[in-house]
């Protein structure tokens, strides 16, 4: 279907998460690819090979002998100029985690797609979000979607906020593997025009690495400097925030869509006692879950963490210091932390923690839907009730539970 709106041109198709990144990429003009294939993120190169082939990109093409090899060279390419795309899964995220630290300390604006898969071993094909936490402390922004057109939509932005020379920061958007990146939405597909007035060409500057321009890439500078240059880092990633939000403030009158909150959304909060807190796929079940518990009079509701890395800290405060008690779901684990609660778990309840003493909800941690099993509507109501019990004054026992785990 094509539809025509004011001198422009969109089209929609029935695509899967993987292909809308690849239209994404498309749309963006990268110039520098590479590829290695690991389920469920080989989608993604599978489609810009068959754009590059068929005429419609015009970008290097390198496939790799490794993802060690080719975030190396997403990183350089990055560095000489180039709008570079990389993406990984799973233990081969992990593979490249060397070049992949020295990316963010580079700051180098490369964008990435994780397609979120179990670590092993044991193995498994499904989604866990621990391959792409791993960078959360990295300098790598960070952000996860829930649909293929927030994909598409989500790595335009990355590349308008990376690329930013207040920012100059890489950035990773995860997608949750199987459930997202090889299930079919429809998405609208913007023009090039479009994309063009929202996302300008990646310039470098002075900071370009060319013979022209001798700099030093890389340098090591011990004790001397370092402190410096990752303060630096922390002050770009600070920025990055209002970046983020200005992107966000203008996409609507570009593309005619208004994307909403940067940061989180709010799904039957206004009246809701208590509300469970996730992010990616995960809302579709609980959204689901939410609507059967309305019909039975239970006042419960639903906030999707959009971006992790920069964290939401005042957006979060606002929104869950309103309910009798918060539910964080984690599809991760962090073995041994504080209460051996998940990542997602101990960020919101750190962040919570200035908004004052009894003021503060109660914060119950959940995890659930490790390896790919299906959150069930069965799991929303297990953790809707216990949330619910606690808000109106129970007394849990544990402030962290597994939820779906056979006996």
């Known amino acids: 279907m094509v539809q025509t709106t004011r001198a422009t041109t969109r089209t929609e198709l029935i695509i899967n998460g993987c292909e809308a990144i690849a239209h994404a990429c498309r749309l963006a003009d990268i110039d520098f ?13 599978e489609a810009i090979a068959r754009m590059i082939a068929n005429g419609d990109l015009d970008a290097d093409y390198i496939v790799a002998d490794s993802e060690h090899s080719q975030f190396e060279m997403a990183k350089h390419a990055s560095a000489v100029g180039a709008r570079a795309f990389v993406g990984s899964s799973g233990v081969g995220w992990l593979h490249a985690y ?3 630290a020295v990316t963010a300390g580079l700051r180098l ?3 990435a797609m994780v397609g979120n898969r179990a670590l092993d071993d044991p193995g498994a094909f499904g989604v866990e979000h621990n391959d792409a936490l791993s960078v959360r402390d990295l300098g790598w922004m960070l952000t996860w979607v829930d649909s293929a057109q927030e994909a598409l939509d ?14 100059f920061l890489p950035c990773a958007v995860a997608v949750d593997g199987a459930f997202l990146t090889h299930s079919e939405h429809l998405v609208t597909i913007p023009a090039r025009e479009q994309v063009e007035r ?6 470098r500057g002075g900071f370009v690495l060319h013979p022209d321009n001798p700099i030093t890439i890389a340098p090591q500078v011990d004790e001397n400097w370092l402190m410096e240059i990752r303060k630096q880092s922390d002050e770009a990633m600070r920025r990055a925030r209002g970046v983020i939000a200005s992107a966000y403030a203008e996409f609507a009158p570009v593309f005619g869509r208004d994307l909403g909150n940067p940061f989180i959304e709010e799904y039957m909060t206004d009246d ?7 992010q990616g796929t995960l809302s579709t079940p609980v959204k689901a879950g939410i609507r059967q518990l309305r019909e039975g009079g239970q006042k419960v509701g639903f906030v999707r963490l959009k971006w992790l890395r920069p964290f939401p800290t005042e957006e979060m405060q606002t929104s869950l210091s309103r309910f009798r008690a918060v539910g964080v779901i984690d599809r991760d684990y962090s073995f041994g932390s504080p209460y051996s609660g998940g990542v997602l778990f101990n960020e919101i309840r750190s962040a919570l923690y200035p908004t004052g ?42 402030a962290t539970y597994w939820i779906g785990v056979r006996a």
């Open 272 to 278: 809701a006692e208590v509300v469970l807190v996730g």
């Open 98 to 100: 060397e070049a992949i």
């Open 198 to 203: 929202f996302v300008p060409r990646y310039n």
């Open 33 to 45: 690819v590479t590829a290695y294939p690991i389920r469920p993120y080989d989608g993604v190169m």
């Open 357 to 398: 003493g009894a003021l503060a909800p109660p914060v119950i941690g959940f995890t659930c839907g490790l390896g790919g099993r299906e959150v069930t509507l069965k799991d929303v109501r297990e953790m809707s009730e216990i949330l619910l019990r606690t808000g109106r004054g129970g007394k849990e026992q544990q």
């Open 109 to 111: 604006p490369v964008v």
């Open 154 to 167: 989500t790595v335009l932005i990355a590349y308008r906020v990376a690329e930013d020379h207040g920012v």
